[in-house]
Nanobody, 120 residues
Framework: EQLVESGGGLVQAGDSLRLSCAAS????????MGWFRQAPGKEREFVAT????????HYANSVKGRFTISRDNAKDTLYLQMNSLKPEDTAVYYC??????????????WGQGTQVTVSS
């Protein structure tokens, strides 16, 4: 099982980025997935989760209305569209294979992470 993130970078406040996660998971199209992040000096925190079908999603309050999680099961790929980025969104973003409870996700495996830096 392997999760490989891409799409991070350095942007200015107000800009957008789209993260991608290429998943090598046998059961990708039947499992929930998500994104977590870790800012410098802080613990990892939940960002968003999505059900196996993509019909149900759940977001942290801090990103609700700005970030959109989606998936393409035909491509075994997870996405995170991030709009109106703020300096406080600066973090390493991790793609996560989770259990099926998208409201209380329990990570099963993690990607290596991709850095997102938002300058003011």
């Amino acid at each position: 099982e392997q999760l490989v993130e891409s799409g991070g970078g350095l942007v200015q406040a107000g800009d957008s980025l789209r993260l991608s996660c290429a998943a090598s998971i046998r059961t990708f199209d039947s499992d929930a997935m998500g994104w977590f992040r870790q800012a410098p000096g802080k613990e990892r925190e939940f960002v968003a989760t999505i059900s196996w079908s993509g019909r149900s999603t759940h977001y942290a309050n801090s990103v609700k209305g700005r970030f959109t999680i989606s998936r393409d099961n035909a491509k075994d790929t997870l996405y995170l569209q991030m709009n109106s980025l703020k300096p406080e969104d600066t973090a390493v973003y991790y793609c996560v294979h989770t259990n099926d409870d998208i409201l209380r996700p329990a990570p099963l495996s993690w990607g290596q992470g991709t850095q997102v830096t938002v300058s003011s």
